[in-house]
């Protein structure tokens, strides 16, 4: 589909989208969390997931696993669809 995609002109969507989204064992920064539940901040902080942190998705199923710095953590599809990345392929950013 990509090299359709080349082929045609056109380049692959690019920007801000949710970690979930992401291809498996790609990596981004975390832009935002979209959650409108201060409980639900409050605990990814307490993880780590933040603005600014550098964030590799392990896996999607049957849970999200993602890996922040030396932490790995575990979370449901609903939680990762509110943490928003800009992929990225750099590393983390200082």
């Known amino acids: 589909m990509i090299l359709r995609l080349f082929r045609a002109g056109r ?3 690019a920007g801000p989208r949710s970690v979930a989204a992401l291809r498996t064992g790609a990596s981004g920064t975390v832009v935002r969390i979209a ?9 990814l902080s ?13 896996q999607r199923h049957p849970a999200v696993v993602l890996q922040i ?3 790995t953590i575990a979370i449901d599809r609903e939680v990762a ?11 983390p950013r200082p």
């Open 11 to 13: 380049r692959p969507e």
């Open 35 to 43: 959650s409108t539940a201060p409980e639900r901040v409050v605990k």
């Open 46 to 58: 307490s993880l780590g997931v933040m603005p600014g942190a550098w964030v590799t998705l392990v």
């Open 69 to 71: 710095a030396e932490t």
């Open 81 to 91: 669809d509110d943490i928003i990345v800009e992929p990225g392929d750099a590393g």
